[in-house]
């Protein structure tokens, strides 16, 4: 029976998630998770046990919440692994730790490896029988070239993390070896093909065109499909103006906000009457540099801009705000902290007032 899925693909370019690894059980059921790197990891101490705080954990198609303290484990500045406990919505438990995972409530509990990948992860996906993989690569920024409609270049250092294995160019079986597409400059997606046969992880072949990734499910010959989508860090902050509405007088309107590098965005606006919340936004949004990285030197992108990118709501009536902050490997990557204590927004003159919050769950 011959199996084809295209899970829900997540694009972490520019995340700050260097660290994945997945986990199969004797039965067939696999899972994995990711984290943020932890601050404070010293190169020279033999062992430390550092806090993390955004574990994410799945199996089963199941989502996993941790309960107590997780951690991760680092030796010379290496990561070993996770220690934590996490639990589904149906009570079941995984037990976590560097040198393998421990299923309870589950029925057939049992134990099983786990496969850590400490470089940057830059894309996950969730097959639709909740085997949930990885891929980490290098992007080669200084041969990207935005004058070409088509271009594929090596994806350096490719790792692919799924079902308790790593499969790392030169050493597993690519039919295809891996490539990064892009279209003028664009990141598109990611080709390889990649033949597990004997590697005991329940698919003959693993392959993945652009943004979709298709598991040959060994011995089988059933197709599910599932659509792979893009998806972006969570805001940190979000300013509404729908409150200003449309004002029957002019007024002045001002923006304040600091990233979580320390950049300070801070601007006034003069708002002419029968101006709609929507204009307010579009032009506010117009004003707010984004953070972006270009090329740089060989192999390594080059930071510009500041430390923040900004993405208006569903109506247009307000904007979401996205803290980063610059890395020592020259890139940007989100910041969990609140902008809530630090952004501002007030209207002299008008006769309602913009609000100004941390962003709601579940936003983009």
């Known amino acids: 029976m011959l199996s084809k899925f295209r899970p829900r693909f997540e694009c972490l370019e520019g995340r700050d998630v260097p660290a994945a690894f997945s986990f199969q059980f004797a039965d067939g059921t696999a899972g994995g998770g990711s984290f943020s790197a932890p601050a404070g990891v010293d190169p020279t101490q033999a062992r430390q046990e550092l806090a993390i705080t955004d574990l994410e954990v799945t199996a089963q198609n199941d989502e996993f919440f941790v309960r107590g303290d997780a951690v991760a484990i680092y030796s010379y500045g290496v990561l070993l692994g996770v220690s934590a406990s996490v639990f589904g919505d149906s009570s079941n438990e995984i037990r976590i730790d560097p040198w393998g995972a421990v299923a309870y409530g589950f029925a057939n509990d049992g134990s099983a490896s786990v496969a850590y990948d ?180 060989p192999g390594e992108p080059a930071i510009y801009g500041s430390g923040w990118n900004v993405r208006p709501n569903a109506t247009g009536t307000g904007f979401f705000i996205y803290s980063h902050r610059a890395t020592t490997q020259q890139k940007w990557v989100p910041d969990p902290v609140s902008l809530y204590s630090n952004a501002s927004a007030s209207a002299q003159g008008a006769t309602q007032q913009p609000s100004v919050s941390e962003s709601p769950k579940g936003s983009p």
């Open 118 to 297: 400490a470089a940057d992860t830059q894309a996950t996906f969730t097959l639709p029988d909740g085997t949930a993989g990885s891929i980490s690569y290098q992007t080669p920024w200084n041969e990207v070239n935005e004058a070409l409609a088509s271009q594929s270049l090596p994806a350096i250092g490719f790792n692919l993390n799924v079902a308790g294995k790593n499969f790392t160019v030169g050493s597993a079986s690519f039919t295809t070896a891996p490539t990064l597409q892009f279209e003028y400059g664009e990141f598109k997606g990611v080709s390889f093909a990649l033949n597990t046969a004997g590697s005991n992880i329940g698919y003959s072949s693993i392959s993945m065109s652009g943004l979709d990734v298709t598991a040959i499910v060994a011995g089988t010959n059933q197709s599910l499909f599932a659509n792979a989508q893009k998806d972006a860090p969570k805001p940190v902050g979000f300013i509404n103006l729908a409150p200003l509405g449309t004002q029957a007088n002019a007024y002045t309107l001002k923006i304040k906000f600091t990233a979580a590098d320390g950049s300070t965005f801070e601007q006034t606006y003069n708002i002419g009457a029968n101006t709609s919340a929507a204009d307010v936004t579009a032009l506010v949004l117009e004003s707010i540099p984004q953070a972006s990285v270009r090329p740089g030197g």
